[in-house]
């Protein structure tokens, strides 16, 4: 099942949402009292640090599958709207208008949406395999 773009990301902001409560709590639980200062901090430098390194991600996926799927398009365009579309993202747009790049735009979040999904698949895995026994 593949659900639309603003349904993803909003499943994925809310199964964020209710993890980073929990994360936190796990490692303010693991630090004494009187490291609780130092904890937070690693804590909100890594979230910090981890929402960069995925949005930069996300758009590099997106513009590596957004931007191929286009060329074949502007190939077929006069050299004038082809030099517009490659130029200025004034140009682009207008050029996009006529090539439907919506469904290529879709794509590519998809394609965005299922790498930021792989990489909490894996975190997981690794929360799973590194867990002390109890």
Known sequence: MVLP?????CV???GLGLTAP?????ILDNVPPDKYGVASAVNDATLEIGAALGIALAGS???ATYTPAMHPGTAALPAVAREAADGSL???LAVAERLG???RLSDGMWFSLLALAAIVAAGVV???CLRPPR
């Open 5 to 9: 773009d603003p349904v993803a990301v």
């Open 12 to 14: 994925l902001g809310g």
């Open 90 to 92: 004034a140009g682009a």
């Open 126 to 128: 690794a929360a799973a």
């Open 101 to 103: 790049p919506a469904g």
């Open 22 to 26: 929990a994360a936190t709590s796990a």
């Open 61 to 63: 996926v997106l513009s």
